[in-house]
Structures are given as structure tokens and as C-alpha cells.
């Protein structure tokens, strides 16, 4: 299960920024057959479907079903998961959800079984390799009523938390709605993964795939934006939230969120300067840029990042740790808590 700097031994909490830890992938998913089998047919598909098309374009659309299509075995079978973790030198995924299983049109029946199926099937699937793959299950965002008892299952089939989205269909993150949530996954540490679907921009991102090279980044940081402006982070300040994509264009961009709560009074929903708040989160290590990566263990702090690939998908990394060696003038200690160290100590695997 080790990579070539890894040994057997996964070491003690001192040992987190050394190469005593090991190599965590805290961004991979999983296809669910079951999942997709499940909304077949119903109403509200076809509406979430078409207003898919719209935001993304046919172009997009067909270069995105042949490139699932192609990995189906990576998402699906765990033999082959294994290898490739193998061939990239990754010890242990944490393993969530294809966020195209969120289908958070459905109504509460629908939702129920769309996470119970999420969730025992991603449980199944890691359980094939307990040593080395950990998961993350679903809730229901656009039902907060139903998300309380969704996280408590997930957590009872020893899922390390959840996977959510920026947004669900009328509610933001700073919705207080979903305060019984925020409470339950601060209680239990329930790991919380951001991972949008899908950009509220529609039309106007539906060409060159900017669907998601701007709109995921954008996603991101105004999701982050709720969490942080509403007080949702100062009121649970034990919040166990991992962005992905590196939190998207916030942490670098910081400085104007911190402008605003100075000078604004409108701007002052949080008790300290926004970017004090990203010391309190956790990002994913997936920026495609070596810069950005080196700014963004600057802002948010090196015991704040963690290494993520999107496996298996063409947006992310077949080399994160690469991706993060590229970012150099990195200390040793941080390059080690970064590659595994990190999400060691939030997964608690020690």
C-alpha cells in the first residue's frame, strides 16, 4: 500500500509533515449505476437534463459522455481503481460520489432513495478495499429537513461523511435551514466535501467547456462566499469542510472579500476578516497551476491543504503528486503534510 516515499508505517501526529504519512487522495469518485437507475423515467430528470444541455453546450456534452464512458471501469471497478492508485503512487482515495448523482430535483421520496442508494453503494464499493479507500455518501440539499437524518445514515455505514454541492435548486449554503445540519456534522466531525455541479451562469458559459473551467472555480468560491459572510463558519467554528478545486478563485482573490468587510457595513455578516476564515476550511490540491497552488498553502496555511486528483475524470490529475512537487521552494514538511500528513489527521487514521 506504500508509495516510493512512503514507508509501511503511517507514524504518529508528529510525524505529519514527514514521509512517515501516507499518500491521501482526498478527490475520486465513483460511478452508482443503481443511483442513475433509480430517477430513469421520472419528470423532473428530463427538466435537469435539458437545463444541463443549456449550460453546457452539445460540444461539451458529447466530449464529456465519451470520456465517462471510457473510465466506467476506474469508476466502477475497484481492481482497477487499485491499479491506477498504484501507478500514480496514491495510497488511500477518499472516495465520493460523481457529483452528476446529486439529481437534487427530486422530490422527498425520490431523494431518500437516491441517497440511500449513494451511499450503501459507496460504502460497498470501499469496503471491497477497507485498507485503502474510505468514502463520503450524499444528503439531500434542496430537502434540509431530510439532510439530518441522510448524514446520520451515512455515518452509520461508516462513510467518513458527505459530498455536497455549491447550491441546491433555490437555497444557498447560508440558507439557516440547513443549521440542524451544520450542527450534526460539527458533533460528529463529519468530513463535508464542496464539490459543485453545474454553474448557475448558464448560456453564457455553454461554449469552449468554460461550463467548468470558469464556472466550477466560480461555484466554489461563492459557495465558500455563503459560508463564510453568513456566520455559518463562527457559529460552527468545528465545520470539517474540504473545497475542491482548491476553493476556486476565493483564496486568491481574498483581498477583496476583506476589502468589503472594512469598508462595508453590509459586508460585515462574519466576525473577522474573511480570510481569516480559509485558516478554518480545507482545499484540494487541484488548481493545474504551480503558482496558484504555492499562494493557496500561503493564504489557507500548509496543514490546510490536501492532495486531490478528480479521479478518474479528464479535468483532474493522472500525477497530484507531481502536481505538487511542480509547486517548488516548498519546505519538505509541508510538501509531506500536503501529500497525506493532512488529511491523515482529518480522516483519523491513526
Excluded at 53 to 71: F, T, Y
Excluded at 291 to 314: H, K, M, N, T, Y
Aim: aromatic letters at 6%; glycine letters at 8%; charged letters at 20%.
Amino acid at each position: 500500500m506504500t508509495s516510493p516515499d512512503t514507508p509501511d508505517a503511517l507514524g504518529t501526529p508528529d510525524a505529519l509533515g514527514t514521509p512517515d504519512a501516507p499518500t491521501i487522495d482526498v478527490h475520486a469518485h465513483v460511478l452508482l449505476p443503481q443511483v442513475e437507475e433509480a430517477v430513469a423515467g421520472h419528470p423532473g430528470l428530463a427538466s435537469a437534463r435539458a437545463l444541463d444541455a443549456r449550460r453546457n453546450g452539445p460540444e461539451a456534452l458529447a466530449v464529456s459522455g465519451s470520456m465517462v464512458r471510457d473510465r466506467i471501469p476506474l469508476l466502477t471497478d475497484v481492481k482497477a481503481r487499485l491499479a491506477a492508485m498504484d501507478a500514480s503512487g496514491v495510497d488511500i482515495q477518499l472516495v465520493s460520489p460523481s457529483p452528476s448523482h446529486y439529481h437534487y430535483w427530486a422530490d422527498e421520496d425520490l431523494a431518500r432513495t437516491v441517497c440511500d442508494l449513494a451511499n450503501t453503494g459507496t460504502a460497498a464499493h470501499v469496503a471491497q478495499a477497507p485498507d485503502r479507500l474510505h468514502g463520503l455518501g450524499l444528503v439531500p440539499l434542496q430537502h434540509p429537513d431530510l439532510a439530518v437524518n441522510a448524514l446520520d445514515r451515512a455515518l452509520g455505514l461508516g462513510l467518513r461523511g458527505v459530498e455536497i454541492s455549491s447550491h441546491a435548486p433555490g437555497r444557498e449554503l447560508s440558507d439557516p435551514a440547513y443549521a440542524p445540519f451544520w450542527a450534526l456534522a460539527e458533533t460528529t466531525g463529519a468530513v463535508l466535501f464542496l464539490h459543485p455541479f453545474g454553474c448557475t451562469l448558464d448560456e453564457r458559459l455553454n461554449r469552449w467547456y468554460l461550463s467548468n473551467t470558469v464556472g466550477q472555480p466560480t461555484e466554489n468560491a461563492v459557495a465558500l462566499s455563503h459560508l463564510i459572510f453568513s456566520g455559518v463558519l463562527d457559529r460552527h467554528p468545528g465545520l470539517k469542510v474540504i473545497a475542491a478545486h482548491g476553493g476556486g478563485y476565493l483564496p486568491t482573490h481574498i483581498g477583496r472579500s476583506d476589502h468589503a468587510w472594512r469598508a462595508r457595513p453590509d459586508a460585515r455578516g462574519c466576525a473577522a476578516e474573511p480570510s481569516s476564515y480559509l485558516k478554518r476550511l480545507y482545499f484540494d490540491s487541484l488548481v493545474h497551476d504551480p503558482q496558484v497552488l504555492r499562494e493557496l498553502i500561503r493564504v489557507a496555511g500548509p496543514d490546510r491543504v490536501l492532495l486531490g486528483s478528480d479521479f478518474p475524470f479528464d479535468m483532474g490529475t493522472e500525477d497530484p503528486v507531481g502536481a505538487l512537487r511542480a509547486a517548488t521552494d516548498l519546505p519538505n514538511p509541508d510538501f509531506h503534510a500536503v501529500r497525506g500528513g493532512n488529511a491523515a489527521a482529518l480522516l483519523r487514521l491513526f
